[in-house]
């Protein structure tokens, strides 16, 4: 479970997130939406520990990350897979060995790095491109790619910061698919930062809105607006 608890993050004389407070329990899928500079981004680098907050907690499963020294950062951000607007991807690395790699750097061994990548870009529909590089693939096959990466060291939780900025509107709806199948197939929470309410009011799910660092609502899964 994730709490944001009356959260504030300020940057010189702007305040990003003013006493933000909501709940995301385990394997919930949940968007969150704003306007530019609406202090939807700084949900997740607070999250990531990117940014410290001013004041508030951070708790996920029981533990207070604001409390947690510098030390311990690295090991928080293994339980999250990010995927970027920007894909992210190495260029000099093919599709696989981009999911690969991910799993080299906290010592996987090569036997369960040589089961899990193939499964993963199957899951993404991507395994004819597997020994692609970047540039060869399409902006929704290369986001396809980092949506294997992110599962790939079996996280918690997975944050998607604007997923579908670089592709067009029919890949949109097949990223944001592959992501409900991470969510209901995988178990994971999935947390989904972005700006296209059209694409957001089909997919069905949990929507907080965010105005000003302040949560100015929050719908349930298929349901109306809280009080």
């Known amino acids: 479970m994730i709490e944001f608890q009356n959260v504030r993050k300020e940057y010189a004389d702007v305040t990003a997130l003013n006493e933000i407070s909501f709940t995301i329990p385990d394997g919930e899928f949940v968007f969150i939406v704003g306007k530019s500079g ?6 997740t680098r607070v999250l990531l520990m990117e940014e410290k907050v001013n004041s508030g907690h951070i708790i996920i499963n029981g533990d207070d990350i604001t409390a947690y020294p510098d030390r311990l950062i690295p090991y928080h951000r293994r339980r999250i897979g990010m995927v970027f607007q920007d894909f992210r991807l190495f260029p000099d690395k093919t599709a696989y060995e981009n999911v690969a790699f991910a799993m080299r750097v906290i010592g996987t061994p090569a036997k369960e790095i040589k089961q899990r990548v193939p499964m993963l870009l199957r899951m993404m529909q991507i395994e004819n491109k597997a020994d692609h590089f970047p540039e060869q693939l399409s902006g929704g096959e290369r986001q396809r790619v980092a949506l294997a990466r992110a599962v790939a060291n079996n996280p918690d939780i997975i944050v998607a910061d604007e997923p579908t900025g670089n592709v067009d509107p029919e890949m949109s709806l097949i990223i944001m698919n592959l992501l409900k199948r991470i969510n209901t197939v995988l178990g994971k929470t999935v947390i989904v930062v972005t700006h296209e309410k059209g694409l957001v009011d089909t997919m069905g799910q949990r929507v907080i809105t ?15 607006e809280d009080d």
């Open 210 to 224: 965010i105005s000003e660092g302040k949560v100015l609502s929050d719908v349930p899964a298929g349901g109306a």
């Open 38 to 43: 609406a202090g939807k981004t700084t949900v």
